[in-house]
Nanobody, 122 residues
Framework: VQLQASGGGLVQTGGSLRLSCAAS????????MGWFRQAPGKEREFVAA????????YYADSVTGRFTISRDNAKKMVYLQMNRLKPEDTAIYYC????????????????WGQGTQVTVSS
């Protein structure tokens, strides 16, 4: 699976962005998908994940209620709708695909996109 994230940009505090992740490969629909982010000087952290069917979603406490992950297996796309953005959301956002049932650990994802920059100004 190859992944390409897009949709990042500069937004003011309280604004919204929608990130997209386009996947290639015939086995996309069997993988869980996740979004992670990495701010300068910090480790990569879990943001959100979704099961292969889209039936269950998981979120970091810091984004619960503000971010929504979704997927469209027919289009091989994953989305991250980000609302009420805060300066602390500033980071490079990565989409990832994996086959295990661990949703929170970056090591449980075998495929990664190149990342898209999100900057939230105060």
């Amino acid at each position: 699976v190859q992944l390409q994230a897009s949709g990042g940009g500069l937004v003011q505090t309280g604004g919204s962005l929608r990130l997209s992740c386009a996947a290639s490969g015939r086995r996309f629909s069997i993988y869980k998908m996740g979004w992670f982010r990495q701010a300068p000087g910090k480790e990569r952290e879990f943001v959100a994940a979704i099961t292969w069917s889209g039936g269950s979603t998981y979120y970091a406490d810091s984004v619960t209620g503000r971010f929504t992950i979704s997927r469209d297996n027919a289009k091989k796309m994953v989305y991250l709708q980000m609302n009420r953005l805060k300066p602390e959301d500033t980071a490079i956002y990565y989409c990832a695909a994996g086959g295990s049932s661990n949703y929170y650990d970056p090591g449980a994802y075998g495929y990664w996109g190149q990342g898209t920059q999100v900057t939230v100004s105060s």
